[in-house]
């Protein structure tokens, strides 16, 4: 019974500190979104203010560390889950030649400049490397919150962040050759051949048992089992890379990589969503453990100057690779700055004891501040490149644009606008966009959208806009009673014209109906897809779908 019961204790004790830190690490990222800061640099800032209390070895059991191990590797399968080989040559140029050139760019500067400071040439090229990496997370999360998914700066930035998922699993690899010791070359090429086969059995098991197996799982009809295989799949592939000498995260990036051509693929991702930002935490906030708080308070100058030197290095460089790639000087700002920051695999990089022993600890406690901090001000940079590109692209007020001989017109580029425009430019449809709000017309021009700003409420723009000789117009701007005051002079004027329309709810559709119009209710579900196959019906083009929307598609209708 005295054996259980100190059994029992020693179970809590060893649990404990993982549970301590969970608790901790809830209050810290809910304050994080309340700052409107991202949550990992609230795990951060928790690990910090562990550390300054001295509190820190408290917390670096093996659970805890066992824990932050997790989530890295979660992390690399999630991204293996975007990493499709369909999505691979569907956005090549940008990947590989965008992707690349801003590597070469931004990491091959930071890695010139650790070497010209006098730091080890193997931390100049590892660590150089990966302060030309961005943040996944942050920008991947920016970019959804502002609908810039399918606008050219949000497909560039995902293909450049696709790019540099590679460069960093690379990083990855060397730097686990580096801590395997003597030569480093020897080293990197055995693990860059076990990589390669590592990749090939993952290309053959995505081709050939993934969907067999996702089959039989689905007949099972049970969502524990998704959960369960989700988990193994990403422990057990990376339990494979580590036995066979590789990193541990290799393997968790293949394991993702094998499902992304899945019709399963979403199922997957919505399981292990939950895990990777549990166990993520865990990581960062034993990153934050590792800082020297004293080391901090001594040299906050230097480390808010280290900050503020390397954003505005970073955006630079970026800025130089978007005009190196041929794109406009707004376009370039824009992006240079959305990808202005560190990057979550940089500080995994630099935990590596490996990694971290090459260089004075205080160096790399300030350069893992200065990351953390350009991440809690990514929203604040890319808005300033946000806004400076729309200033840029506006040009003057009789600038020309694309779109006179376009069939449809789009008035409104919120959501809905530009969800009919990245369809329409996917299907090489041409389109003449309108915004009569100033503040949306230089966000969707900053966002690479081809835009007039005009009121098309007053009927004297009409003719300047030439929509006499449109053939459907799409009115997204969800104000309805302009429509209603102005539909029987264009029934006048233009009565061949089809009119789509997005309305607030239900209760104007039998109006908009009697009026001449195609009234969709846009608080339905899917309202905005049914507007877009409007479009395309009237119009009698057959539409084609991204990949990976028609993956989605595909899921969604096996799910039913």
Partial sequence: MAGEVHDAHSVVATIQPAITLLGLGIGAALVSRACRLNPIVG??????????????????GPVVAALAEAGVMFLLFNLGLHFSLGRIREEAANIFGFGSLQMLIAGGAFAALFWAIGLPVEFALIGGFAMGLSSTAVVIGLVRERDQEDCPVGRASQSILIFQDIAAILLLVAAGALGSGGDMAPALGLAGLKALAAFGIAVLFAKYLTEPVFQLIARAGSSEVYTATALFIALAAGWATGIAGLSLTLGAFLGGMAVADSRYRIMVQTEIDAFRGLFLSFFFISVGLGIDSGVIAANWPTVILAAVGMITLKCLLNVLAGLANRWSVPGSIQLGFLLGQGSEFALVLFAIPAVAGLVESDFLAILVTAIAISLAVTPLISNIGRRLAGKLRAGPPDQKLEGDDAQVVIIGLGPVGRAVA??????????????????????????GYEVH??????????????????????????????????????????????????????????????????????SASGSTERIVELVFAKLGVERKLPISEAISNDTGRQAA
């Fill in 43 to 60: 795990y951060l800032g928790l690990g910090l203010a562990i550390g300054t209390l001295g509190y820190a070895d408290d917390f670096s």
């Fill in 422 to 447: 990245d369809a329409l430019r996917f299907n090489a449809v041409s389109y003449l966009a309108v915004e009569p709000n100033v503040e949306r017309f230089e966000t969707a021009v900053a966002d």
């Fill in 453 to 522: 700003q005009v009121n098309p409420g007053d009927p004297r723009s009409w003719e300047p806009l030439g929509m006499a000789k449109r053939d459907v117009v799409v009115i997204a701007t969800g104000n309805v009673s302009i429509s209603r005051e102005l539909t029987p002079l264009i029934d006048e004027r233009m009565p061949d014209i089809d009119r789509i329309i997005a309305v607030p709810s239900a209760d104007y559709l039998d109006e908009f109906s009697k009026l001449g119009l195609l009234p969709v209710d846009m």
